[in-house]
């Protein structure tokens, strides 16, 4: 709490910031303080902008503010700091004062979102306007009420005046921008790479709101990945990391960003679920000895021998996510020369991209194109790339 002490020809008056209006003494500090003295008549409140219209679908990272007509006094939790910073600043054995022009007769409370935002918080970014900031964001997919309080538990003028009715407005929360996204899922551990945020910058209503930062790659990977990185577009980077957020959340696993995986990114950051699982890569080299080498969190942990795709049936070549599963499944289908093929019993299959997948396969030997388009190994070593390789698994095969 805060005292201003002005001197006046024949006393001095005793203006404290407390929203209790009207009442003829208060407590502070231990102290009864005499607050009979009187104001001027408050000049009324209006609310004149709020940045949302009403039943509006807004993206994640829209600044949510709210103006009025006059000046605003102080939220308590300013006047708590501001007391707080004065007193270890000013006081004495008897007593804490400051010049009565920088505090308001009364406090201000602020507007109220719901349901509730985690880490959100409504600060005055200007003597007219309060501006509501988070850390995470709202959650897509959620309708909101924004409610400006009337009377003594809203917003009040520097003089006291108080809003006479109330307003409220809903609306909704779509999905934001492919750079928020990224920086969603950044937060969350899906993608290969950390954001920080820049020292100071505030989230205006998402976490895609933060302008200013800095992406780095958590791990060493080869530049056959790297480079197909890019913030703002939606590359297989993004789409490998949405599909395994959605593997994670039992979702189906369509790698599009829908309203439902931005729902599940914000709420999972506002709660702090994080991706524990290690970030796992594929890279098929077709060259002459053909080779896979699995990559866990940036390290080459394993590597085989693998078969490609002949001449008349070759692999895909680019980067793919893991789509589908099985630790062992029926492939069947047509040869080259119009015969057909029904294998059963094929192990530890993860395809990648159409009827292109790793799995085991039994040959004489392994290192040169003999599959239909398959990466091919031998079973015992597709076992042990099979657990590595989780629905959003990113695949690169590389040309010859």
Aim: net charge positive; aromatic share 10%.
């Amino acid at each position: 709490m805060v005292v201003a002490t002005a001197k006046t020809s024949s006393r001095t008056v005793l203006k404290v910031a407390l929203a209790f209006v009207g009442a003829a003494s208060l407590s502070l500090f231990g102290t009864l303080v005499d607050v009979t003295a009187s104001h001027a008549a408050p000049a009324s409140l209006a609310v004149t902008t709020i940045s949302v219209k009403k039943n509006s679908t807004i993206n994640p990272n829209t600044t949510i503010s709210v103006s009025f007509n006059e000046a605003l006094a102080p939220t308590m939790s300013s006047l708590a700091t501001t007391s707080s910073t004065t007193s270890t600043s000013t006081s004495t054995s008897t007593s804490t004062s400051i010049t009565s022009t920088t505090v308001a007769s009364y406090y201000s409370g602020t507007p109220v979102l719901s349901p509730s935002v985690v880490g959100g918080t409504w600060v005055e970014t200007s003597s007219r306007t309060f501006t509501f900031e988070s850390t995470y964001g709202l959650v897509s997919g959620v309708r909101y009420s924004l409610r400006v309080p009337s009377g003594a538990a809203g917003p009040r003028s520097s003089t006291g005046g108080a809003l006479s009715t109330s307003t409220t407005i809903h609306f909704s929360v779509g999905v934001g921008s492919t750079t928020a996204l990224n920086r969603d899922l950044a937060q969350l551990r899906y993608i290969p790479l950390s954001y920080a945020v820049a020292s100071g910058t505030k989230y205006p209503g998402g976490l895609g709101g933060a302008s200013k930062g800095t992406w780095a790659w958590r791990f060493k990977l080869p530049k056959q990945l790297t480079t197909q990185w890019n913030a703002s577009q939606y590359t297989v980077i993004t789409k490998g990391a949405v599909m395994a957020l959605e593997n994670t959340n039992a979702m189906t696993t369509d790698g599009l960003a829908s309203t439902a995986v931005w729902h599940v990114a914000t709420a999972n950051l506002q709660k702090h679920i994080l991706d524990k699982s290690p970030w796992n890569y594929v890279l098929v080299r077709q060259a002459l000895p053909q080779q896979l080498h699995l990559y866990v969190n940036g390290k080459d942990v394993y590597d085989s021998l693998v078969n490609t795709g002949i001449p008349s049936s070759t692999s895909d070549v680019g980067t793919f996510p893991v789509y589908l599963r099985f630790t062992s499944t029926t492939m069947s289908g047509t040869n080259p020369d119009g015969s057909h093929y029904n294998d059963t019993g094929i192990p530890w299959v993860s395809y990648f991209s159409g009827g292109d997948a790793l799995h085991g396969f039994i040959r004489s030997g392994y290192g040169w194109p003999q599959s239909l388009g398959c990466i091919e190994m031998p079973f015992a070593n597709a076992g042990i790339v099979w657990p590595h390789t989780p629905i959003g698994t990113l695949v690169t095969v590389q040309p010859f």
